[in-house]
């Protein structure tokens, strides 16, 4: 029809490093009532994985289990990302984030032993999804969505005036504009997000 779609590069709502930093607080302070360590733990884990690497929202979901390596409990971690075509690279997380990851799947490994033995004991960390439901179902990145629209709308939350605009984006734009800002060079931003051209990294700055 004669019309082009946007990317997912296009969209204009980014968060600088100062609310992402309000974000990622809210997410580890959020109340703990039932069901509390599904969602406190998974959702600091995937705000603080789009955050530090600038992940995708899909890339986020499409992390598996065997995608985390980290050589030593107080050591930082890599994930392997992949990317838009297949194409995979690595991200870096230190040793904050990593033990936030893996407080998370210590709660999946509990959670999914009731509730998903079949799952958990059965299928390979390759088949298994990093962060996912309690079914063990993998999340969407439509879901992605709404942990940081609900997590940036709590009550009392310096953010709740765009919460409802916020998405996953956003902080994929932070680190875009934060590390621009520190001056990395921007070939190795462009490498660090997956984007095939610099001239689409050029947008953030």
Known sequence: AGLTGQSDDDDQLYLDVAQTRQLLALARNAPTPRRSALYRERDLAVLEVLAVTGARASEVTGLDLAGLQRPAPS????????????????????????????????????????????????????????????????????????????VASADGSPLAGIASEL??????????????????????????????HISTTLRYD
């Not at 994930?79 to 995979?88: A, C, E, H, M, P």
């Not at 904050?96 to 799947?105: K, M, Q």
């Not at 996953?168 to 997000?193: M, N, S």
């Open 75 to 150: 050591s930082s971690a890599a994930l392997r990302i992949v990317g838009t075509g297949g194409k995979v690279r690595p991200a870096q997380t230190d040793a904050h984030v990593a033990n936030d990851i893996e407080a998370w799947i210590a709660v999946r490994a509990d959670m999914l032993h009731r509730r998903a033995p079949v799952l958990a004991v059965q299928a390979s960390p390759e088949e298994q999804p990093l962060f996912c439901t309690r079914t063990g179902t993998r999340l969407s990145p439509g879901y992605l969505g709404d942990i940081i629209k609900r």
């Open 167 to 196: 998405h996953p984006h956003a902080l994929r734009g932070a680190f875009v504009t934060a590390a621009l800002d520190a001056g990395i060079p921007i070939e190795e931003v462009a490498a660090a997000v997956g984007h095939a």
